[in-house]
């Protein structure tokens, strides 16, 4: 008989413990003032619970779970990432290390749960992205008790109630990313009566915060939505439409940098080093040189991991995506899992900053839409080893 499955944390323990970890992952970019803070908070609630269950199932048999041949685009960027601080200038050993162990853990975690937990994680997330609307609605109310009406959200540091942090726009941005399209998903699925129309008030909350941080990057938030509904439909081809125009507001939404500054060692990257929201190093003219930081994902891969680590990277998400096509389950069920892969790298490439670094912001635009299409493809008979 094949193993059954892991009992540990099953019922209302998993439930509990998987709402607190996606509240404090959803909201955490707007609650704790220091990042230190946050990420010291997810490892002991999320990353370390996370890496005890995943390591259980793969020792009770459950190997498939990390040993998918749609993963190994991503263990090679991730591969690829750890080796480039050879040649790196100031790496940082340790936080890239961390990062990439986190990844890793959160793809396998999510497999374990989309496979034996469908029903839980699916609520999990949507109580959890609700929990990041409500604290969105109240950071919005917040700041313009103290701003005026035109000003941009995040445009000027501003104190908000119960000293919440006053955050760079780009992390706003990119935090509200995953918790808005699944809430949209969901709501989609459920309809709009109930909790699908509970969801679909969190979505619109979402939308309208992203819209307040950016006016281009909203309405090319909405377009993306509104290209969902119509490539569900039976003329799914007129979804070119908005796609279109969203990717029209998402350069217009984005920051103009000099490119060439960037394609300094343009096939292996300058290597992960030392980079912060407010500038990138670089090795030019035998001298070091600090960039200002290109907030694109793809010209920071370039950057930092060259065109290697760009085609690793186009390739970790054309895996999951060509498998699910494939599969003709794209669009059949699972959509919370599919539905924020277009936006976040949307917002990666508008407002992207770190690369490879422990849980940030950035994760809720790249790196968690990113294990959500993985996940989708972990079913019981693919996962389970073969029977003898």
């Known amino acids: 008989m094949p193993p059954l499955p892991p009992n540990i944390m099953q019922g209302r323990w998993l439930r509990w413990w998987l709402t607190l970890s996606f509240a404090v992952m959803f909201s955490g970019t707007f609650l704790f003032n220091s990042r230190i803070g946050l990420l010291n908070v997810l490892d002991v609630l999320f990353f370390l619970p996370s890496l005890t269950l995943l390591t259980r199932a793969i020792v009770s048999g459950d190997y498939r779970l990390m040993a998918s041949p749609l993963l190994v685009p991503l263990y090679l960027l991730l591969g690829w990432a750890l080796l480039s601080m050879a040649w790196a200038d100031e790496p940082n050993t340790s936080r890239t290390v961390r990062g990439v162990v986190q990844i890793v853990v959160m793809v396998g975690i999510f ?14 997330m949507a109580n959890g992205a609700l929990c990041a609307m409500v604290v969105g609605f109240m950071v919005i109310i917040s700041y313009y008790t103290t701003q005026p009406l035109s000003s941009p959200l995040f445009s000027e540091p501003a104190n908000l109630i119960f000293r919440l942090p006053s955050l760079d726009p780009s992390m706003a941005l990119m935090a509200m990313v995953a918790p808005t399209f699944i809430l949209v998903a969901q709501g989609l699925d459920e309809g709009a009566n109930g909790k699908g129309a509970r969801r679909l008030v969190g979505a619109a909350v979402g939308i309208v915060f992203i819209g307040l941080v950016s006016l281009p990057l909203g309405l090319m938030s909405l377009l993306l939505i509104v290209a969902w509904i ?158 003898r």
């Open 230 to 387: 119509v490539a569900r439909s039976p003329r799914h081809w007129l979804a070119i439409i908005p796609v279109l125009a969203a990717l029209y507001l998402m350069v217009q939404g984005s920051s103009d940098v000099a490119l060439s500054k960037y394609f300094l060692n343009p096939l292996v990257g300058t290597g992960l080093n030392q980079e912060n929201l407010n500038g990138v190093v670089a090795h030019h003219a035998d001298k070091l040189e600090v960039l200002a930081h290109p907030r694109n994902i793809f010209l920071l891969l370039v950057h930092n991991l060259g065109l290697i680590g760009l085609i690793l990277f186009i390739a970790s998400w054309a895996s999951p995506i060509a498998g699910l096509i494939q599969r003709q389950e794209f669009w059949k069920g699972g959509n919370a899992y599919t539905i924020a892969a277009l936006p976040g790298l949307c917002m990666a490439f508008a407002a992207g900053s770190y690369l490879i670094a422990p849980f940030h912001a950035s994760w809720l635009s790249l790196w968690l839409p990113l294990a959500l299409l993985c996940a989708r493809l972990c079913e019981r008979p693919s996962a389970q080893p073969a029977l």
């Open 111 to 124: 497999r374990w749960l989309h496979m034996y937990f469908r029903n839980t994680f699916r609520q999990a």
